[in-house]
């Protein structure tokens, strides 16, 4: 059981990044899945969630209007797309899988994979 992140990378202020979650040994179909972030000095913070269920979405405040997650069933695949990335969204983002979630809770989470690191140069 595996969750893969992966797409992180440098990019000016403005420019775009889409990360990819992929999971390999079970089916995300069933898991609502989670960005979180980890910026250098702070505490992880949820970034954005899709349900198990309906597919309804959740983004956090600062990102809202700017990032759009979606699921690709048929890949088994969770996509982050970010636009007009800020010096401040730079961090290691993580996704993570829940159970038969409706949310992400930080502390709620059952698999998660390892980071990638996303740098906004200014």
């Known amino acids: 059981v595996q969750l893969q992140a992966s797409g992180g990378g440098l990019v000016q202020t403005g420019g775009s990044l889409r990360l990819s979650c992929a999971a390999s040994?079970?089916?995300?179909?069933?898991?609502?899945i989670g960005w979180f972030r980890q910026a250098p000095g702070k505490e992880r913070e949820g970034v954005s969630c899709i349900s198990s269920s309906d597919g309804s979405t959740y983004y956090a405040e600062s990102v809202k209007g700017r990032f759009t997650i979606s699921r690709d069933n048929a890949k088994n695949t969770v996509y982050l797309q970010m636009n007009s990335l800020k010096p401040e969204d730079t961090a290691v983002y993580y996704c993570?899988?829940?159970?038969?979630?409706?949310?992400?809770?930080?502390?709620?989470?059952?698999?998660w994979g390892k980071g990638t690191l996303v740098t906004v140069s200014s």
């Open positions: 993570a899988a829940a159970l038969y979630g409706s949310t992400c809770d930080l502390d709620g989470m059952d698999y």
């Open positions: 040994g079970f089916t995300l179909d069933y898991y609502a």
